[in-house]
Structures are given as C-alpha cells and as structure tokens.
C-alpha cells in the first residue's frame, strides 16, 4: 500500500510542476463533476427536456452517491495531502479517498445521459469529461490515480445495474399502489442511513484518523480538524433521494406534465422552480440547526427530502397552476 501511496505521490507531483495553466483547466473538469453542477443542471433536465431522463439521472446519482459514501468509510483510505506535505491541495476535501466519488459519479451520470440520448457526439462528450474530471482529482492533489480508477469502475458498475434494472423496476412500479411505493422508497433511505450510522460507529472505533494525516490535512484547512467520519452529505443524499423519487411517483398519480414548451415558459419554470429550491434549502438552512445530534441530523435529512419533493412535484404542479407547463397529450 505504502509503494502505491509512493507512486501516486510522484505523478500528483509532477502534474502540479506543470504549471497554473494545468490546475485551471482541471477546476474546469472538476466543476463538471460535483455535486454543484449536478444540483444545477437535473432541474433543468426534469423540468425542460425530459422528466424521465431527469428522474434516471437524479437515481442513479443518489444511488452512486450513498454507496461511495460507505466504501469511503469501510476502505477509511487517506488522501495525498493527509500523506504528503509536499503535495498541494488545491481543493479541501474531508471525507476519505478511496473511491473517488467524483469519478465514480460522472460515469453513473454522464453514462446514463449518453445512453438515453444515443448520439455518437454525446458519447465522446461524455468520455472526455469521465477522463478529465478523473485527472482533475488528482492534479488538484486530493486522490491517488487508484481512487479515480476505482471510482470508474465502481461508477460503470452503477450504470450498468440500473440499465438492466430499469425496465422490470418500472413495471413493478406500474403494478403497485404509489402510497406503496413511496414508503418503500422511504423505508430503502432509512434502511441505507442505518447502515451508514453503523459503518461510522464501528469504523471510527477501529481505523481512527492517524495523527499524521491529521497534521498533514491541517496545513491546508487552516486548523480545522479534519473528520472523514461524518454524516451531514449521507443525510443530504438519502434525504434528497427519497424526496425526488417519491416527488416523481406522486406526480405521475396526478397526470404528470409535459417538458416541451416555449421559451417563455422555460424561462419561467427555472425562475419560479429555483426560488422553490432557495426557500426550502437555504431558508431552512438558516432556521435548522447544524449541530451533530439526532434532532439535527432528522431536520437535515427533512430538509433536503422537501427540496426533493419541490423539484419532482411540487413545482410542476405549480407550473402547470401558472400556464408554464401543459400536460401531456393522449396518443389516440
């Protein structure tokens, strides 16, 4: 392991000798691959080109999502910048490396929009970016190359399961009562944050931080302690997860909405959509409580599971209340 950390260490080295133009480049890539972006560009895909694609999307990055946070915790591998001191960290990342979830999410993603597009030009848009976002990670001196390899491979493996899920799923779903399924839904994120509590306890017990990536990690965080055994992006995840599935099955039990439109329409629905998403993620993140205890972390995931449930549901019903959206029409 160590000749690894070693040989990881070298090339993330000589990337950054390269020089700035290098480093401004890769926080191109690496936009491309967060959470951020994400969280920009799914609205706009459920609410304006296709809901369908948009709730694909949305599952296969909540599921990629929540399954790296475990294996960062049950792998509890450090970063380069918690081994080195020479390495520079041109972005401060907390929880631990190995898999990369920056990797491992831009395949899930940009896989799944490739595959439902099917045009050869998005397929090598897509393939560029896995390869850049994936170098960037390490460039900025915050994974070793195996943790974007692994978190390639564990992202294909995502995508691969929901292409193949996909379609018996869905007609299970059509089989079901919707008040069903939503509390199945529910039940899976409460299940999954259950198991995520239990890895954090066992794991924090046996494997804590060494103190040396402790000392490493507080030369780039300004001397705040760094720790990888935290639950606040598990709860957004599982609470946004549960949120826009179970938005997008109670909106199907009321008709749905159609994604075409003018362009006066779409403008509109963004406008009025993302002043949605500024109230319950931002407003209630001024009154909620960020502390690290039970009532908070049930607020967290409540939060983000109503900011799911506006994107998927509410805000199409509104649109469609405003004239911004139609339904869809009936094949004869």
């Not at 706009?44 to 990055?61: F, Q």
């Amino acid at each position: 392991m160590e000749t690894a950390f070693r040989s990881g260490i070298d090339f993330i080295l000589w990337a950054q000798s390269l020089g700035a133009w290098l480093i401004q480049i890769m926080k191109f890539f690496a936009f491309l691959g967060e959470e951020n972006f994400f969280l920009l560009v799914l609205p706009i895909i459920y609410w304006s080109v296709s809901s369908r694609l948009g709730i694909l999307i949305a599952a296969v990055l909540m599921f990629s999502n929540s399954l790296n946070f475990l294996l960062k915790v049950f792998f509890h591998s450090p970063r380069p910048f918690w081994v080195s001191p020479d390495v520079i960290a041109y972005r401060i990342e907390t929880s631990f490396g190995l898999p990369s979830g920056h990797a491992q999410n831009v395949v899930a993603v940009w896989g799944m929009f490739a595959v439902y597009v099917r045009r050869w030009w998005v397929w090598i848009l897509a393939i560029i970016v896995i390869l850049g976002v994936g170098l960037s990670r390490v460039v900025h001196g915050v994974h070793f190359p195996q943790d974007v390899l692994a978190g390639w491979v564990i992202g294909t493996i995502c995508l691969y399961l929901f292409l193949n899920l996909r379609k018996p799923l869905r007609r299970w779903l059509q089989s079901q009562e919707r008040l069903f399924v939503v509390l199945v839904i529910l039940s899976l994120t409460l299940i999954t944050l259950l198991v995520g509590t239990v890895f954090i306890l066992f794991f924090s017990q046996i494997a804590p931080m060494p103190v040396t990536w402790q000392e490493n990690a507080l030369r780039h965080t300004g001397g705040e302690i760094t720790n990888p055994y935290q639950m606040e992006g598990f709860l957004t995840t599982t609470g946004a997860a549960f949120g826009l599935l179970a938005g997008y099955i109670l909106l199907q039990g009321r008709g749905g909405f159609a994604t075409q439109g003018t362009l006066l329409q779409h403008l509109g629905r963004y406008l009025v959509g993302v002043a949605g998403v500024a109230l319950f993620w931002f407003g209630l993140g001024q009154v909620f409580p960020e502390n690290q205890d039970l009532i908070s972390y049930g607020l967290r995931y409540l939060r983000y599971a109503l900011v799911g449930l506006w994107v998927t549901w509410w805000a199409p019903l509104i649109f469609l209340r405003l004239g911004l959206a139609q339904r869809p029409q009936l094949s004869a």
